[in-house]
């Protein structure tokens, strides 16, 4: 199973648990994906299954101890490092966070193009977006210069490719095989 699906499961819970401190708790979140990511040890010692779980269980506490979160946070990276995917905090926590932007009614979606987009072209991919899912859609841009022209639009696990890129790889494979 993928880490994408994986991710968006344990959000999926976690936005069912929380009712209004939502925020509260994906700031909380967010500050221990921060701790795991600035400590190289705290990093390497999570992702290492050779080490025995009751020594990390004690460093988490220890750490939960010292950041004091809310409880269903701290929960929730219990239930995280019982089923050793406290490794995956970072993805969770942008599954989470797209989990409760669906909910209120905001679907996010990535666009990679290989320029910049104006601000005109932006708006009517935005529309266009809109007018496709039936919901407010939240726009995410990068640059791949690799894609050569053309869009790539993401949205969740579905995957629109227009990119130049892809229809000369098409191409090829038809060429190819007749």
Not at 97 to 113: C, F, P
Request: cysteine-free; proline content about 1%.
């Amino acid at each position: 199973m993928s880490v994408e699906l994986i991710s968006r499961r344990y959000a999926s819970a976690l936005a069912d648990v929380v009712k209004s401190d939502y925020k509260t708790v994906q700031a909380e979140l967010k500050t221990f994906e921060g701790i795991i990511v600035e400590s190289k040890e705290l990093s390497s010692l999570f992702a290492n299954p050779s080490l025995a779980h009751a020594g990390k269980v004690r460093v988490l506490e220890g750490v939960l101890e010292k950041t004091k979160p809310s409880k269903t946070t701290a929960n929730f990276l219990r239930v995280l490092l019982e089923n050793g995917r406290l490794v995956n905090l970072a993805e969770i926590n942008k599954a989470f966070v797209d989990v409760l932007s669906e909910r209120s009614g905001v679907v996010s979606a990535k666009i990679t193009s290989s320029r910049e987009l104006s601000a005109k072209e932006q708006k009517d991919l935005e529309t266009n977006l809109e007018k496709m899912v039936g919901s407010k859609v939240n726009l995410a841009y990068e640059i791949n210069q690799e894609i050569i022209g053309g869009i790539v639009t993401r949205i969740g696990s579905t995957v629109y490719d227009s990119s130049i890129r892809t229809q000369l790889d098409n191409l090829k494979k038809q060429l190819v095989n007749g």
